[in-house]
């Protein structure tokens, strides 16, 4: 099973930019396919961003984010992007890394963006 580390996360104005990461150990990286979610408080977790295994051709955005949020993937370094623009103070959340092979699930353990207004 992958362990996922994410990092990136931190307070940021409105309008501004962060870029999160999450780097993956402990299995075969381009097989499994990956994603972004997030928790705001007293909220349900959202799908925010996935991208296909392999080369990651494929990927596909919540509503609330789409032109805003971009999801990559660096095969080499075994590390998932997602580049924030533009955020907004509903972006504020808890952001997980997800690697999903199969019905197998692994997450990360979060991390805190704030976007102030």
């Known amino acids: 099973q992958v362990q996922l580390v994410e990092s990136g996360g931190g307070l940021v104005q409105a309008g501004g930019s962060l870029r999160l990461s999450c780097a993956a150990s402990g299995s075969i990286f381009n097989i499994y396919a990956l994603a972004w979610y997030r928790q705001a408080p007293g909220k349900q977790s959202e799908l925010v961003a996935s991208?296909?295994?392999?080369?990651?051709?494929?990927?596909n955005y919540a509503d609330s984010v789409k032109g805003r949020f971009t999801i990559s993937r660096d095969n080499a370094k075994n590390t998932v992007y997602l580049q924030m623009n533009s955020l907004k103070p509903e972006d504020t959340a808890v952001y997980y890394c997800?690697?999903?092979?199969?019905?197998?699930?692994?997450w990360g353990q979060g991390t805190q963006v704030t976007v102030s207004s």
């Open positions: 997800n690697a999903r092979f199969w019905s197998q699930d692994s």
């Open positions: 991208i296909s295994e392999g080369r990651g051709e494929s990927t």
